[in-house]
């Protein structure tokens, strides 16, 4: 048996890169923190009646359980964080009235991995926004999507706008079932048509017309045109719709925007607009969000909310390279006599190594070393 070995798309993060992935978390929480995004940090186990709130049958499947031995209820490892922070909001800040902001970085872990690239262990990073309905907190939250990733040189990202409501609202009027909605949503985000039509053959008019152009409505701005002419009119299309032209124009021409109304993979408790970032080198979205109002219900308290999240590992061949700081070297023989000097050169940010097996200095890569001289102590550089 090799014991080194990892499960199937489990993998460790090695030094060098590491410290790159923890020096981008630290700089997009920074710059959640100047947004007001206050940081939560929700623990990695649950009950899993907590986890599963509200019925997610794709998360379930991602989620692994055991059994706990203190209560011998059942747990879950997290497979999201997104509702946890809706359990903080709706219970832990229950107090609070107005717009909440809140932020997280953590790892959860996946019982299957989304792709064949794809981790089972993502480190989750994101934002979300409590209290305010407002197509302005869908704007605020896409901004700060891509403001992180340019933070982390991103290039030429395109976003996708959805709206998971008009799909919503046609499967309402056309009396689907729970069942049959599910089923044609998991089809409609693979465009196959043909399996769409089998799917709404019994469908009536002009609903079943209505799904089968959902996936031809994608592209620019002149997709929203086509979808009022093309759709029935009902109000969920209707909000939708307008939803989505006012994002689009209020982001003007800072990013490469489309518009696909059968992008609507997420997690099932996603209610309103939703979004997706690409760029290039990439076959799967980088980063997503969208609406989820009145996740909190279920935890005591629903009310509006926006957010998104991406995979901090799925960047970590693009995040900037930190070159290995250069350290001073100091003889294990001498620390004794030597604390006090490392202990100052330490706080002032400097990495002191202890050498305990005569290493050379590269070994250790060390370009200086802390000597005893006549008027004390002193780092001097290697010839």
């Known amino acids: 048996m090799r014991n080194w070995l990892l499960p199937e798309h489990i993998a460790d993060i090695l030094p060098a890169t590491a410290r790159q992935v923890e020096t981008a978390k630290a700089a997009m929480l920074e710059l959640f923190r100047t947004g007001g995004y206050e940081l939560v940090s929700p623990p990695m186990l649950e009950y899993i009646d907590s986890l599963m709130a509200e019925s997610d049958p794709g998360l379930a499947l991602k989620t692994f359980r055991v059994v706990d031995q203190l209560s011998g209820r059942q747990l879950g490892v997290r497979a999201d964080i997104t509702p946890q922070v809706a359990r903080i909001d709706a219970h832990l800040l229950a107090e609070r009235t107005g717009v909440t902001r809140l932020c997280y970085a953590g790892s959860v872990l996946h019982a ?32 700060l999507m891509l403001a992180s990733l340019r933070l982390v040189k991103v290039d030429g990202v395109r976003l996708d706008l959805g709206h998971i409501a008009i799909f919503r609202g046609l499967a309402s009027a056309s009396g689907l079932s729970a069942q049959a909605s599910r089923e044609l949503l998991d089809v409609l985000q693979t465009k196959d048509v043909a399996t769409i039509r089998e799917l709404v053959a019994d469908v009536a ?35 939708g719709l307008m939803q989505l032209a006012a994002v689009g124009r209020a982001l003007g021409d800072s990013v490469d925007v489309s518009y696909d109304l059968a992008e ?36 005591g308290r629903g009310r509006p909310a926006t957010g998104f999240s991406f995979d901090l590992r799925d960047l970590i061949r693009i995040l900037p390279q930190r070159h290995h700081e250069q350290a001073i070297r100091v003889a294990a023989r001498l620390l004794p006599d030597a604390r006090a000097e490392v202990d100052a050169l330490r706080r002032r940010g400097e990495v002191v190594i202890i050498d305990y097996l005569g290493e050379s200095a590269q070994a250790l890569n060390c370009d200086r070393e802390l000597v005893r001289a006549a008027e004390g102590w002193q780092v001097v550089s290697f010839n």
């Open 112 to 143: 299957r991995p989304n792709g064949l690239m794809s981790s089972r262990e993502p480190l989750q990073i994101g934002a979300e926004l409590y209290g305010y309905a407002g197509t302005e907190a869908d704007l605020e939250i896409v901004e």
């Open 264 to 299: 609507l993979r997420g997690d099932s408790y996603h209610t309103g607009l939703m979004f997706a970032a690409y760029a290039p080198g990439w076959s799967e979205s980088i980063a997503r969000g969208g609406r989820y109002d009145n996740v909190g219900r279920s935890f």
């Open 205 to 239: 008019e002009p609903f079943r017309s209505a799904f089968l152009v959902l996936p031809e409505l994608y592209g620019r701005g002149e997709v929203l045109d086509k979808a009022r002419t093309k759709l029935p009119s009902l109000p969920e299309i209707e909000l």
